[in-house]
């Protein structure tokens, strides 16, 4: 039973536009959601978070935006680099302490230049 | 920066030995966790743990694994009896109050 599901293996994008990564999931317990970046032979980097008391965070290039109602979340990289070349992970977790991180598949990211 | 590490990188052994996998948290988190990628497959949870004692388990997390917060500083992964299905990559994270989890960059456990 996939509760967070990512449902593009990978995105193609140019440097210099916008990455949209969507992220939908199934349940309605979960109320932190979490973006975080892989490199390969790497551990997952966290990147942004959300709490589901809002609907938009930002921090520099990336904004995380949460539909509650869709169950549906998506991060936004504006301007996409090169460097964001990786696989992204879309997290989420019911806020009380010790609580998994359930993920999803991943997207993978390749930026052009 | 401080960083969770992960020791060793690689380990390689035969089906039914024990394995021991080491991960020295960030100093002051207070919640430690194991997860585990096949390859190909997505990031698992396996346990979390705190305060001394296991928080949470998955079905993983079976009676071949086992944690351990030996001193202050270390967190250990043991597999008892290996089984071909246990290779993967496992990764430690541990967490302050706030929810980000941080991760180490992993160890590979190749079971022959």
């Known amino acids: 039973d996939q509760q967070v599901k990512q449902n593009s293996p990978s995105l193609s994008v140019q440097e210099g536009r916008i990455s949209i990564l969507n992220c939908d999931y199934t349940?309605?317990?979960?109320?932190?959601f979490l973006w975080y970046k892989k490199y390969p032979a790497e551990g997952p980097t966290f990147l942004i978070s959300i709490s589901s008391i809002k609907d938009k965070n930002e921090d520099g290039r990336f904004t995380v935006f949460l539909n509650k109602s869709a169950k549906h979340l998506s991060l936004h990289i504006v301007p996409s680099q090169p460097g964001d070349s990786a696989v992204y992970f879309c997290a989420a977790t019911i806020n009380q302490a010790g609580t998994a991180l359930i993920f999803g598949k991943g997207t993978t990211l390749s930026v052009s230049s | 920066e401080p960083e969770v590490t992960q020791t060793p990188s690689h380990q390689v052994t035969q089906m039914g030995q024990e394995v021991i996998l080491r991960c020295v948290p960030i100093?002051?988190?207070?919640?430690f966790y194991w997860y585990r990628q096949i390859l190909g497959q997505k990031v698992e949870f396996l346990v979390s743990f705190y305060n001394n004692e296991i928080s949470e388990k998955s079905e993983i997390f079976d009676d071949q694994f086992s944690v351990e917060r030996p001193d202050g500083s270390n967190f250990t992964l043991k597999i008892r009896s290996t089984k071909l299905e246990d290779s993967a990559m496992y990764f430690c994270a541990s967490r302050p109050l706030t929810n980000e989890q941080f991760f180490g960059p992993g160890t590979r456990l190749t079971v022959l």
């Open positions: 100093s002051n988190h207070l919640y």
């Open positions: 349940n309605s317990m979960f109320d932190y």
